[in-house]
């Protein structure tokens, strides 16, 4: 069959992997096709993730902050929420980038194609339209970014819309007076501290002992602490077993440790990890290797086994996050664009963005004990930051993690606010290779929560000894 369409590469999906690699692609000449099964580019970061979560946080985040601000003798009424006003909000922000995206690829000349893409033989994907139509596109080289989707629990009553996954609970249909959230992760997380900040009432269950299993124990104490102030109760070690849709709200039974009652919510969020589409883009036919769950093995170029495919982003495996997928994408295209380069991550920042927010970068304490690593650790507590004292926001800390012997820092956590853009220094710092004191010799503007790094390279290196 002769192709529709003919191009140099040709990107599957057009996430923060897809669209980066696209651009980057044809920035150095390449002559760049990108499809995509929905009608606005960006994938689950723009239209139904990072970005509409984060908008709003941003509206949670202000309702906490007036109901707190009495602690300074303001005091505002209690919160009007206009969900249409809010959900205008997101998709305003949502819709900004996505239409940012379409320009660039125009200016770009990336040609998008739009429909469900999959792979008919090693240099052939067939592109299937929304009303059928077909267009075969030939190429010489693939990139798949086809990314990942949310785990639907088995079981669960999925045609009931009162059962969400995060796409769901992102356009806010209602605000339930009863929300189960089911998976205590940072997306799980995030949605409650929404969801609450609008005034639901909250309940978290997660399986395993910690929320947020994955970061520091110590690291996760403060923000645990402030769900239960905020009036989110969380059950550890506890698992959603059964659900019945009931004419109002939905029975769930609970079994594990610490298992509650069973009780009755109107709506549920799940949110238990994702799931990589590796498998669903017909790779057997361009004969590309997919692992039994689904990811698409790589080599440190984002070769996959087949040289003239890459694939990059969530389906290559986790952590499954934005900047992760942004980084790889750059590193295949210019891969296939004859660069030569390679990359091993060392440092891939992780951030949760709810209250107090929670960045971890580098290894973890947990981690560098459980390798038997000989490290050490800075730790600076908030409640001696004159910044934190004034934000009333002194719960947080810095906590730095360093080879015993050199001095370089291997890991760094925070908890607090604004710990997520706090952490890039150190993501810098843990890639370049700094010691503890080429840290605390640099000069952090004061009165900043940044002063919080430099202190704790200081509390390691022994040169502060009283907090002051
Ligand atoms: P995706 O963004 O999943 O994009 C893949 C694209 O491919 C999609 O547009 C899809 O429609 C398209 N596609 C798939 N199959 C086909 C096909 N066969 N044909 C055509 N098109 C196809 N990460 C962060 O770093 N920070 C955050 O704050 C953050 N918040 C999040 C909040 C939520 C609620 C969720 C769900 C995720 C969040 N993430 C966050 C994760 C982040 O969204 C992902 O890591 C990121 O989107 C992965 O990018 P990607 O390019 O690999 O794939």
Redesign the pocket.
């Known amino acids: 069959r002769k192709a529709d369409v003919e191009c140099g590469i040709v990107v599957?999906?057009?996430?923060?992997?897809?669209?980066t690699a696209a651009f980057r692609a044809a920035d150095l000449g390449l002559d760049t096709v990108l499809?995509?099964?929905?009608e606005t580019?960006?994938?689950?970061?723009?239209?139904?993730?990072?970005i509409?979560?984060?908008a709003l946080l941003h509206a949670a985040e202000v309702i906490d902050a007036a109901a707190h601000a009495k602690d300074f003798g303001v005091s505002f009424g209690a919160p009007k929420i206009e969900l249409d006003a809010l959900r205008a909000y997101k998709e305003k922000v949502v819709g900004q980038l996505t239409k940012g995206l379409s320009g660039m690829a125009k200016q770009r000349k990336v040609r998008v194609v739009t429909?469900?893409?999959?792979f008919v033989s090693p240099h052939e994907i067939e592109?299937t339209a929304a009303d059928g139509g077909r267009t075969l596109v030939k190429f010489e080289q693939a990139i798949i970014?086809?990314?990942?989707?949310?785990l639907k629990l088995p079981g669960f009553p999925w045609d009931d819309p009162r059962v969400m996954d995060?796409?769901d609970?992102?356009e806010l249909a209602e605000v339930p007076a009863k929300l189960l959230v089911v998976g205590g992760g940072?997306?799980g997380l995030?949605?409650a501290t929404v969801y609450r900040g609008l005034g639901a009432e909250v309940t978290v269950v997660e399986m395993a002992d910690q929320i947020m299993p994955g970061a520091d124990r110590d690291l996760v104490k403060p923000l645990a602490d402030r769900l239960k102030k905020q009036g989110i109760t969380v059950h550890l070690e506890t698992r959603a077993a059964r659900v019945e849709p009931q004419k109002k709200g939905l029975k769930v039974e609970f079994e594990g440790a610490n298992a509650p009652e069973a009780g009755v919510y109107d709506r549920i969020l799940v949110?238990v990890g994702?799931a990589p589409?590796g498998g669903?883009?017909g790779a057997g036919e361009a004969g590309v290797e997919v692992t039994e769950r689904g990811f698409v093995p790589v080599d440190r170029q984002m070769r996959t086994n087949v040289p003239h495919i890459f694939a990059?982003?969530?389906?290559v495996g986790n952590?499954?996050?934005?900047?992760?997928?942004t980084h790889e994408?750059r590193l295949a295209a210019e891969v296939a664009a004859g660069e030569k380069r390679e990359w091993v991550a060392r440092v891939i920042p992780s951030?949760a963005?709810t209250d107090p927010e929670i960045a971890w970068a580098g290894v973890t304490e947990t981690e560098a004990r459980a390798k038997g690593l000989k490290v050490g650790v800075g730790k600076f507590p908030w409640a001696a930051s004159g910044r934190a004292i004034g934000l009333g926001r002194t719960e947080g800390f810095t906590k730095l993690v360093f080879d015993e012997a050199t001095h370089r820092i291997l890991g760094a956590g925070i908890v607090g606010v604004h710990a997520g853009d706090l952490i890039a220094e150190l993501a810098l710092a843990i890639e370049m290779g700094a010691e503890a004191g080429d840290i605390a010799a640099t000069i952090h503007p004061h009165p900043t929560l940044s002063e919080s790094v430099a202190m704790a390279s200081e509390v390691y290196e022994g040169t502060i000894t009283d907090l002051y």
Do not use: F, W
């Open positions: 599957l999906g057009s996430g923060p992997g897809g669209y499809v995509e099964r929905y580019l960006g994938g689950v970061c723009l239209n139904v993730g990072c509409p979560s984060k429909g469900t893409g999959a592109v970014a086809a990314g990942s989707q949310a995060s796409t609970a992102l940072i997306i995030e949605m949110a994702r589409n669903k883009v990059i982003g969530d389906l952590p499954m996050l934005a900047h992760k997928a994408a951030v963005y």
